[in-house]
């Protein structure tokens, strides 16, 4: 599924009028039944309704949706910014709502009085916006967040800007976001979490060419998208055809994370997983993955390994930095670096000379910053990755919420799966095993960083609702990957990520 920023979200509603066609009036007349079926669905008719209207599309769609629910039996009540210009399609249904029985309040100087037990429809700006909001428009901000009312913004909360803006201005903090059509990129980023912690994609009929020809670098999988990459295993398949992977990594008081990352590799469907560790772990080793191989010592024993994962608490040492240059130099099969093979990478830059093209690296945020610096946005950070994939010919894989996996093709698929849960010490390690894996398997390493990602995230969610996201840990992450490896294998999952379970979360005011 495609991700699109703001600005090429434009583009599309014109197309879709254009091939359909269809008029503006009747495309925002969709959006409204979509916004209404969601609301008849999760909002009681006793609520009372403040609906707060802009002077462009995003408000029309507001008077719309105020239109449909007010002819329900809805208790409805609109305001709009007065006097600004106006859309045509605004000043069409501004008409018709005048027509109706229905309070419809201009909003000058002082903004209407919210009761903290109303909902409130957040339909002033959308993603339409280009400059922060000030003065009245600002105040008006600041009054709903001050409210206390829940609030249901449409398309993007009013006040957050495009995608390169860091939020440092008034913005509606709303409960739920209804995004029209397709993900908007912006609500993907780490600044629209405070703003729009819940959010739902709606369907509005946008013409299928008009998407397909719009183009965009971001991507968002769908299990559907996941199950077409998995491989299905062999019926004459043997520990020996499923792949070799080696983990390298554990030193004095971080060994367990080479133990998970070893156990998220074992989990992956590799056929044989070996674990490079100090001595000293090789009991632990072998009292918790009785299957791991081992393997210790200041240098790597050339064996046939088809991938390898190197970094999970390998530590910083002159003795770690001989290892790892090792590795880059003379391994013939896929890497992936993930945590103390990323810090020695940027203690010493001249190491990216050895890079092999096609290394993954999963960096979570600090040792993202520093590989390439600070960014002063999630925007930023994102474009970062995307030059720094492209530079170097690797695949980044940024964790985090929507982990972001930027390929040396400049694409990038943001992943929806996984949960809060999930911000627990050793998941990182489980997922460096599992695509790690997925490479040892003959997986491309773009395609294993996908479909890892996504698995991961899966065997998250699925620990969460068996164990809830409070007390589960990384082991249990490790534990479902293989649930939800069946799942997507037989295309009987329905996870689609954060913002439709959250969603479903959402109380009904």
Known sequence: MKIFTSHQIKEIDRLTMCYEPISSAMLMERAASALYGWMAAHISPSTHIVVLCGPGNNGGDGLVLARMLHQNGFWVEVHHLEPVHCSPDFSLNLERLRQLNLHVGAIHDHAPPIASSSLVVDALFGSGLSRPLQGTLAALVEHI???????????????????????????????????????KLSLLLP?????????????????????????????????????????????????GSQGHVLVVGGSAGTMGAALLCAHGASRSGAGLVTAHVPEAALPLLLQQSPEVLSSCGSSIAPRRYTAAAIGPGLGTSDGAVQLLTELLQR???????????LNIVAQRPTLWNAVPKGTVITPHLKEFERLFGAAASGYERLQQARCAAQQHGVVVVLKGAYTQVCLPSGEVHINPTGNAG????????????????????????????IVGVFVHGLAGDLAAQKLGPMGMNSADIANFVAVALKQLASGRTSSMGQHQRTSQHT???
Not at 194 to 206: F, H, K, Q, S, T
Not at 331 to 341: G, I, V
């Open 422 to 449: 999930m911000a627990t010490g050793g998941s990182g390690d489980v997922l460096a095993g599992l695509v790690a894996g997925l490479m040892a398997q003959g997986y491309p390493p773009e395609q294993a960083a």
């Open 191 to 239: 600044e629209a979490r405070a703003y729009a912690p819940r959010w739902e994609v709606l369907d509005i009929g946008l013409h299928p060419q008009a998407l397909a020809e719009v183009p965009s670098p971001y991507q968002m999988p769908t299990p559907a998208d996941i199950g077409i990459l998995m491989r299905p295993l062999s019926p004459f398949a043997h520990k």
């Open 145 to 183: 967040n001050a409210s206390g009312a829940r609030v249901v913004s449409i398309d993007m909360p009013s006040g957050m800007l495009g995608e390169g803006h860091r939020i440092s201005h008034p913005t509606v903090r709303a409960h739920v976001c209804l995004t029209l059509g397709q993900p």
């Open 331 to 341: 391994a013939s099969y896929p890497l992936l670096l993930d945590a103390d093979a």
């Open 507 to 509: 109380h009904t005011p």
